[in-house]
Structures are given as structure tokens and as C-alpha cells.
């Protein structure tokens, strides 16, 4: 059974940073493209980020993120990771990881992130 644990969360001050881990068991990590989500309460979730499998490994970003978030991949580990740098309030959610498109049965518990002064 495919699980997705994230953690590294936490609190962190306006223009601060913070590096999410998702740890991934099973076959699923190296052959599909991995991308982090976040969720606030009262809305839907929503898609921040892509690493695509591969030896490019390529990447994508909301226009929200862009030159802020960092995506990347640790396929020997089973890793995905999200460096996020220059945090804004608004950046305040849960964050989960999954594959692109997202699969019902891989959402995790996430990882609150909450950036305030």
C-alpha cells in the first residue's frame, strides 16, 4: 500500500523559510511526476508545484510560488522536497503532497505551514 507522509512544517516569520519533505513508500515515486498541494480552510485545494519523472526532471510552478518555491526529488530516497523562501502570510495553509494528477487513495495528513509575526 502506497502512503505519503509530509512533514516539516511550522511557524515562520514574513520573508522566512521553510523545507517540506514527503516521504513516499511503495512503487510509486520514481515513475510518476510528484507535486505539492495546499489547502486553507473554506477553500479547495489547490496545486503549488511539479517535479516530472525522468532524467530531466523538469518543473512547474503556480504563478503564486514561481521564484520563491523550489521543487526537487530524491528518487533514491523515495523523497520530494519543497524549499520555500521569501514566505508571505497568504503562503498560510496545509500542505500535501501527491502525483500529478492527484490520486484519491495517496492524500496524507500534510503539513500546516503558518507564516505570521
Known amino acids: 500500500q502506497v502512503q505519503l507522509v509530509e512533514s516539516g512544517g511550522g511557524l515562520v516569520q514574513p520573508g522566512g523559510s521553510l523545507r517540506l519533505s514527503c516521504a513516499a513508500s511503495?512503487?510509486?515515486?520514481?515513475?510518476?511526476?510528484m507535486a505539492w498541494y495546499r489547502q486553507t480552510p473554506g477553500k479547495q485545494r489547490e496545486w503549488v508545484a511539479t517535479i516530472f519523472s525522468g532524467s530531466s526532471s523538469s518543473t512547474s510552478y503556480a504563478s503564486s510560488v514561481k521564484d520563491r518555491f523550489t521543487i526537487s526529488r530524491d528518487n533514491t530516497k523515495n523523497t520530494v522536497y519543497l524549499q520555500m523562501n521569501s514566505l508571505k502570510p497568504e503562503d498560510t495553509a496545509v500542505y500535501y503532497c501527491?502525483?500529478?494528477?492527484?490520486?484519491?487513495?495517496?492524500w496524507g495528513q500534510g503539513t500546516q505551514v503558518t507564516v505570521s509575526s
Open positions: 511503495g512503487s510509486i515515486f520514481s515513475a510518476y511526476a
Open positions: 501527491n502525483t500529478l494528477p492527484p490520486d484519491g487513495r495517496y
